[in-house]
């Protein structure tokens, strides 16, 4: 009978060591300790510290997007014209009038670029301009070619705010006889023959193309194997050239097509009403 109960007591205490202790120790481990120290890592301060990078300190140095670019020269020229008019600063809501662009949307626009402004302060309206100048890069000199001197190539040639905004014309380019040695505001017209060689004895930085899509594509060619860093393109086509030389496309059909779209919509019941 002692055995048997000897037995019994010993069988307790295992059953209250094995079931009791160890367990709601481990448990108590496990539920608060281990997972209130892996919460709080999770979520307090990698987290944290993440979310502040990134939308601070990467968010001012990212790519911008084409929305905010396309508004920087809106920016430039407006400053400008407040320069001429001997406007010292100007706020934001101010420009937003002027511009037609929310105060707050300006706002994000240049605090893309570092802010430039203090708020109750305005911006400095001289210093402003010079630094979107800068990021536009028109405070250096650009030397550009013109190729293709018909109506399209001969405005453009005779645009004087060009000069003004540091785009330099540097030569005149034609396959057309007629127009071979003919002057626009003192630069001389080329054959097409002499291209290759101005490129390679003279700084080009842009080639405007104003000429038919068939030649077009096939100057492209020549001009990839220059020394060259953008084509302005008012041909009707998209060129293929290598990641080294930007392009910039200007097809007027398309934009005269984008302005029939907006008339057409406004023609719309839903819009008379």
Request: aromatic share 6%; with cysteine.
């Amino acid at each position: 009978m002692k055995d048997k109960k000897a037995a019994e007591r010993q069988d307790l205490k295992t059953y209250a060591k094995a079931d009791v202790k160890p367990n709601a120790k481990s448990d108590a481990k496990v539920d608060v300790k281990s997972y209130a120290k892996s919460d709080a890592k999770a979520d307090v301060k990698p987290n944290a510290k993440s979310d502040a990078k990134a939308d601070v300190k990467p968010g001012a140095k990212s790519s911008i997007s084409q929305a905010v670019i396309k508004r920087l020269p809106r920016y430039y020229r407006y400053l400008g014209e407040a320069i001429e008019q001997n406007t010292e600063r100007i706020s934001s809501g101010e420009l937003s009038k002027i511009m037609n662009v929310t105060a707050s949307q300006i706002r994000q626009d240049l605090n893309n670029f570092g802010g430039f402004g203090q708020q109750g302060y305005g911006y400095n309206v001289k210093y402003l301009y010079a630094e979107i100048g800068k990021i536009l890069g028109v405070d250096k000199t650009h030397n550009m070619i013109i190729i293709g001197v018909g109506n399209l190539g001969r405005a453009l040639a005779n645009y004087g705010n060009f000069s003004k905004r540091g785009f330099v014309i540097t030569g005149l380019f034609d396959n057309n006889p007629e127009l071979l040695g003919k002057k626009v505001k003192d630069v001389e017209i080329q054959s097409m023959d002499n291209l290759k060689d101005f490129i390679d004895n003279n700084r080009v930085d842009i080639v405007t193309l104003t000429i038919p899509k068939a030649e077009a594509e096939k100057v492209a060619k020549i001009l990839c194997e220059c020394d060259i860093k953008g084509i302005w393109n008012f041909a009707h086509t998209d060129l293929d050239v290598p990641s080294n030389i930007v392009v910039e496309n200007v097809h007027l059909s398309e934009s005269l097509m984008r302005l029939s779209y907006d008339i057409n919509r406004m023609e719309e019941p839903e819009h008379k009403k």
